[in-house]
């Protein structure tokens, strides 16, 4: 590639404009950093939906292939940052404002900094590289190398990479002024994915696709509700034929299902799920947590958005809650218990345990290993003053209870609720080599529900009862 040589492309006077002339031109050097008609807003910078972030990614690829077929080395490149922007309604929209580096230009010693072009209007449109510095035409559009002051269309910023000289020249002089024809010129002004642009104007005009993000109470709401009417929670693995994802049926009724406000209790949930989310740390070896922490977005005012696309995993917040206030109740029960545990055992070994009134309750329940004849149960429990009692049941462990209309139900010991042993012999006594506990080993143990149980269930089987007439008659009207 030539160097450019001044003798053979000389310039004209600035007296005596487009006249070329065997002389240097005079014209003064001009301030290329604060042209009146300066573009407002950044060519470089716009917004696109949170959505369309691949889409973009494809585009700049396109246009990097263009450039390595012109054989120009630099590449676009571009950075994102997510926020949340509400339109008229208050419906959040995620969105990625996007800064596009143009690669830069530069031939010989000249390197190119921006292009400008003059609308009909007569404003001056000013495309900036990537070059780290930002510069504005002349609002005149002379050209630096031809001193000829006219109505151009587009003009180029060039700067001297060695003397550091700022140049204006015009799109028809650039071959004569660097003495070769530039390539590459087009990647200057190349809106790349200026078609997936976020337009505000049509989103508040209602003439846009729908929005891409919940308010992350809102969606907390609708699961909490959805989950009140099925009686459940279904996650997507979870489902199968006859059993939709809750996420699904929360997306499509929606505007229903948020239609009332929520009520204290639903409040109360919603807000300690969003503490509980902003109190989560996650490391890296429970990848669920890490990412339900990312599924929400706080907006400028500090609430939670959630895009579209992960609303599902969002939803699946409040079973986790759940599971994590279970978890811990838990836990504390346990570490109660474990204050009150007597280091001694109860009743001796060979003693019958029938007609002696005990109700335990059960601390823990854990199957065993199955060595070909049923998996055993390993369970612990604990009188109220503080003695462990230890049962390993090999067979069935729940009694069938009759209730006071003849109706009929399987009782079943459960961790934390307690039981009624009507039947059973003291084994041994032992030492846990697991935690050291004092327990008074039992066999052959019968259960019952205690008498609090028994009435618990009553009154839910009369319930409903109650609403089976209900329906009933309201059938029948």
Partial sequence: MSAFDEAAHPRGQATNAGQFRDKVNDAPDSALDGGADADEPDFNT??????????????????????????????????????????????????????????????????????????????????????????????????????????????????????????????????????TRPEGLWAMAREVGAELRFDEDEVTSGASRAANAFDGDDLMLATIRQVEKDGEYVSRSNAGYARVPTIDKVKGEFTALVSEPASPVEAAEIAAVNAWIGSLE????????????????????????????HAGLAASAISSYRRHVAREAERAAKEQLAKVKLAEFAFTPGESLKGKDLELTVVSMREGQDYGYGAPTHVTLMDEAGHVFYWKSTGYMSAQVELSDGAGYHFMPTEGGKVRITGGTVKEHRVSDFNGDHETVIWRVKVAPTAETVAQFEQEHAQDLADTRARRAAADR
């Fill in 46 to 179: 716009w917004t696109i939906p949170a959505d369309r972030l691949l889409d973009l990614s494809k585009a700049v690829e396109k246009e990097n292939r263009r450039l390595e077929r012109a054989g120009i080395e630099e590449r676009f490149t571009f950075t994102h940052e997510r926020r949340v922007w509400r339109d008229e309604n208050g419906t959040p929209w995620l969105v990625e404002d996007i800064n596009l580096n143009r690669p830069r230009i530069a031939v010989g010693n000249w390197q190119f900094l921006a292009q400008h072009e003059k609308t009909a209007a007569g404003a001056i449109i000013t495309h900036q590289t990537g070059a780290g510095e930002r510069v504005a035409a002349d609002p005149s559009m002379r050209c630096d190398h031809c001193g000829q002051f006219r109505s151009r269309q587009k003009v180029f910023t060039l700067r001297g990479r060695e003397s550091g000289e700022m140049k204006q020249i015009g799109s028809n002089c650039l071959s004569l002024f660097l003495g």
């Fill in 282 to 309: 996650p490391g890296e070896e429970d990848d669920y947590l890490q990412n339900l922490v990312s599924a929400f977005t706080r907006d400028e005012d500090g609430v939670l958005v959630v895009y579209s696309k």
